[in-house]
């Protein structure tokens, strides 16, 4: 019996992490990133020693790490992939949001007092509003770019009469999918958020797909587990 067959349109090296869990599911897995992650034309000054950094994105924090050796910052992430990333990275003060954008301003009310500096480490195509949200709330905060994202040009060659799945990690890569109108009638789309399946309607183009599932959080376990009501174990 043929295995089920997903398509991950994650970046790299995420889409190799990816691709291990879903295989550990049963799955076939054909990996083709959507996206191109470069490095910023210019990269921004180095942070003060005393500035707080939030990394919402593996590709902000592996970037950052390629700037400079110092690993003495206090560090906030998204959620606990990218913290685990930043342990091992050598980062020893470590806070995991585990959620969203909104998590991440959260959790820094909570543990910094007004008036810390925080610096975003992100590309340049950011949802959520942290740095806003922090000066509205008294701190300074800003965002500085370390990498930028871009569509690919055609559609990978992937045979899509053969997928079951494809998962979707972020608005611009949903978005880019979208844009090429490929007819997967037969596919169920997995999203990592409701702000990434919602882009799958920003072209306007009618998707044909057999659903779209949305994680009940955005992280890798809970991608994984929209594929056990499908049975896919």
């Known amino acids: 019996m043929a295995k089920d067959r997903i398509?991950?349109?994650r970046t790299l090296p995420g889409a190799h992490k990816s691709a291990a869990h879903f295989a550990k599911l049963g799955l076939s897995c054909a990996i083709s990133p959507l996206l191109?992650?470069?490095?910023?034309?210019?990269?921004?000054?180095?942070?003060?020693k005393d500035d707080?950094?939030?990394?919402?994105?593996q590709n902000g924090l592996s970037w950052f790490c390629e700037f400079t050796k110092r690993r003495d910052w206090h560090v906030v992430t998204v959620g606990d992939e990218t913290a685990a990333q930043a342990n091992s990275a050598g980062f020893a003060s470590v806070i995991s949001a585990g959620g969203t954008s909104k998590d991440v301003t959260q959790i820094i009310k909570s543990n910094f007092p007004k008036g810390t500096s925080?610096?975003?480490?992100?590309?340049?195509?950011v949802r959520g509003s942290i740095t806003q949200d922090l000066r509205a709330a008294g701190y300074t905060?800003?965002?500085?770019?370390?990498?930028?994202?871009?569509?690919?040009?055609?559609?990978?060659?992937?045979?899509?009469?053969?997928l079951t799945y494809i998962s979707l990690y972020s608005?611009?890569?949903?978005?880019?999918?979208?844009?090429?109108?490929p007819n997967l009638a037969g596919v169920t789309l997995l999203?990592?958020?409701?702000?990434?399946?919602?882009?799958?309607?920003?072209?306007?183009?009618?998707?044909?797909c057999q659903s779209r599932?949305?994680?009940?959080?955005?992280?890798?376990?809970?991608?994984?587990?929209?594929?056990?009501?499908?049975?896919a174990v």
């Open 191 to 208: 999203s990592i958020s409701s702000a990434t399946d919602a882009a799958l309607d920003i072209t306007g183009y009618n998707l044909r």
């Open 141 to 162: 905060a800003r965002r500085d770019l370390y990498y930028q994202s871009s569509p690919t040009s055609q559609l990978p060659n992937i045979d899509l009469s053969n």
């Open 36 to 48: 191109k992650v470069m490095p910023a034309p210019h990269m921004p000054p180095q942070p003060a």
């Open 52 to 57: 707080v950094l939030v990394f919402t994105s």
């Open 118 to 125: 925080i610096v975003h480490c992100a590309g340049k195509h």
């Open 213 to 231: 599932r949305i994680a009940a959080a955005p992280n890798e376990t809970a991608m994984l587990a929209l594929l056990r009501p499908l049975g």
């Open 7 to 9: 398509w991950i349109t």
């Open 171 to 181: 608005p611009l890569a949903a978005q880019t999918l979208a844009g090429f109108r």
